[in-house]
Nanobody, 120 residues
Framework: QVQLVESGGGLVQAGGSLRLSCAAS????????MGWFRQAPGKEREFVAG??????YYADSVKGRFTISRDNAKNTVFLQMTSMNSDDTGVYYC???????????????WGQGTQVTVTS
């Protein structure tokens, strides 16, 4: 079993930046991917960014603004968010698993979520 603890969410003005962190513990040896999804009110959970075998992947809506990175020694993944806008508002969830896709249904382990709110 894997445990995920997220931190770093909060309130930010449009155009500002935030950095999210997610620390994984437990049975992480059977995983190959860590990533971030988000869910806005009334919307489905959507993929934001992921890292798998050292390669990074981004949703089109965040390319060029968000950067995902991973500290393998600490089993921690980070999401640096810049040039944020109101569409980035939502609950951000960290996930880890063994998958060749970035579909939420393919990941079984999730963090508790951290709220990100972008104000204009």
């Amino acid at each position: 079993q894997v445990q995920l603890v997220e931190s770093g969410g909060g309130l930010v003005q449009a155009g500002g930046s935030l950095r999210l962190s997610c620390a994984a513990s437990g049975h992480t040896f059977s995983t190959n991917a860590m990533g971030w999804f988000r869910q806005a009110p009334g919307k489905e959970r959507e993929f934001v960014a992921g890292i798998r075998w050292g390669l990074t992947y981004y949703a089109d809506s965040v390319k060029g603004r968000f950067t995902i990175s991973r500290d393998n020694a600490k089993n921690t993944v980070f999401l640096q968010m810049t040039s944020m806008n109101s569409d980035d508002t939502g609950v951000y969830y960290c996930t880890i698993g063994f998958s060749s896709t970035w579909r939420s249904e393919d990941f079984a382990s999730w963090g508790q979520g951290t709220q990100v709110t972008v104000t204009s």
